[in-house]
Nanobody
Framework: QVQLVESGGGLVQAGGSLRLSCAAS????????MGWFRQAPGKEREFVSR???????NSADSVKGRFTISRDNAKNTVYLQMNSLKPEDTAVYYC??????????????????????WGQGTQVTVSS
C-alpha cells in the first residue's frame, strides 16, 4: 500500500514558478513508478510527467523544457518543479504511483488508468 499527499499548489502569475511535492507512505515507494497528472475543469485527466524507479523520466510535450520531475527516495517524496507557468497550466494536479515492472514500456507509465495509487490533488491556478 502507498498513500500519497500532494502539496505546493497555489495562485501564481504567468511566468512564475511553483514546486509541487508528493509525500508517500509505505515501504514500496522506491520500487514505484511515479507520475504527475492534471485535470482542468471540463477536461479529461492528462499526463504531465513520470519517473520510473530507474530514474528515467518523460514529460508531455506541452510542459517539456518548463516542468521537471524528481524524487528523493530517502524522503519518500516526488517533486514537480514548474517554471514559466502559463494560464493553460491551470488545473488540479495529482500525484500517482504504481509498482514499476521493468518489462513494461515507458508509454505504459504515461497512462492514468495504469496507476494504482492516487493523491487527493492540489490546485494550481495561473493568472494572466
Amino acid at each position: 500500500q502507498v498513500q500519497l499527499v500532494e502539496s505546493g499548489g497555489g495562485l501564481v502569475q504567468a511566468g512564475g514558478s511553483l514546486r509541487l511535492s508528493c509525500a508517500a507512505s509505505g515501504r514500496a515507494f522506491s520500487r514505484c513508478a511515479m507520475g504527475w497528472f492534471r485535470q482542468a475543469p471540463g477536461k479529461e485527466r492528462e499526463f504531465v510527467s513520470r519517473m520510473r524507479w530507474s530514474g528515467s523520466t518523460n514529460s508531455a510535450d506541452s510542459v517539456k523544457g518548463r516542468f521537471t520531475i524528481s524524487r528523493d527516495n530517502a524522503k519518500n517524496t516526488v517533486y514537480l518543479q514548474m517554471n514559466s507557468l502559463k494560464p493553460e497550466d491551470t488545473a488540479v494536479y495529482y500525484c500517482a504511483a504504481v509498482l514499476d515492472v521493468t518489462s513494461y514500456s515507458d508509454s505504459y507509465y504515461m497512462r492514468a488508468t495504469n496507476y494504482e495509487y492516487w493523491g487527493q490533488g492540489t490546485q494550481v491556478t495561473v493568472s494572466s
